[in-house]
T-cell receptor
Framework: DTGVSQDPRHKITKRGQNVTFRCDPI?????LYWYRQTLGQGPEFLTYFQNEAQLEKSRLLSDRFSAERPKGSFSTLEIQRTEQGDSAMYLC??????????????FGQGTRLTVV | EDKVVQSPLSLVVHEGDTVTLNCSYEVTNFRSLLWYKQEKKAPTFLFML????IEKKSGRLSSILDKKELFSILNITATQTGDSAVYLC???????????????FGQGTILTVHP
């Protein structure tokens, strides 16, 4: 499978616990994005990497959230001290760099987080 | 801040019907508009529209963009139960003349096709 891969697919955790999700983008895609999607809403942008550099973070990304892409390949998203409001689908997407031209982002299957 | 509004929010039809989904947008330095289909998992790409008035077509699906009126429509003809999904419209952020793919999505239209 050469698409965007996310792990785990589902995560149930108790409030207050830390969780970490992993995303493996399509090979050679140097742009990687994290989105969050709650029921009945479209995905909301969280953060963006170009190679290993985190170039933008949404104000939705509180201090409890941190994302890394240490070698410019896979990325991790960590949520510390989870709250029930963090329950959502976390989607990762990647796209190639093509200069000023737009290109579609390719999404992974998502990690569904449930905080109980 | 970029804004995307889709309508209707949900739609229930029978197989064979034709549906039209709407997407209006407000975006700084518009470059393109994208349509995705989401079936309980990853959004999958359908169309990218950049030029006004030029229809993109793929099988029973087609889409067109009106840059003057700032909207796009997605048409599905002869609907099938497999078309049941959430259809998302999105616009990429465009900063300083380049667009790096950060997408602003609409709420989506939930399409249900009954046999």
């Amino acid at each position: 499978d050469t698409g965007v891969s996310q792990d785990p697919r589902h995560k149930i955790t108790k409030r207050g616990q830390n969780v970490t999700f992993r995303c493996d983008p399509i090979s050679e895609h140097n742009r990687l994005y994290w989105y969050r999607q709650t029921l009945g809403q479209g995905p909301e942008f969280l953060t963006y990497f170009q190679n290993e550099a985190q170039l933008e973070k949404s104000r939705l990304l509180s201090d409890r959230f941190s994302a890394e892409r240490p070698k410019g390949s896979f990325s991790t998203l960590e949520i510390q001290r989870t709250e029930q409001g963090d329950s959502a689908m976390y989607l990762c997407a990647s796209s190639p760099h093509r200069g000023p031209m737009n290109t579609e982002a390719f999404f992974g299957q998502g990690t569904r987080l449930t905080v109980v | 801040e970029d804004k995307v509004v889709q309508s209707p929010l949900s739609l229930v039809v029978h197989e064979g019907d034709t549906v039209t989904l709407n997407c209006s947008y407000e975006v700084t330095n518009f470059r393109s508009l994208l349509w995705y289909k989401q079936e309980k998992k990853a959004p999958t790409f359908l169309f990218m529209l950049t030029s006004s008035g030029i229809e993109k077509k793929s099988g029973r699906l087609s889409s067109i963009l009106d840059k003057k009126e700032l909207f796009s429509i997605l048409n599905i003809t002869a609907t099938q139960t497999g078309d049941s999904a959430v259809y998302l419209c999105a616009v990429p952020h465009n900063a300083g003349g380049t667009s790096y793919g950060k997408l602003t999505f609409g709420q989506g239209t939930i399409l249900t096709v009954h046999p």
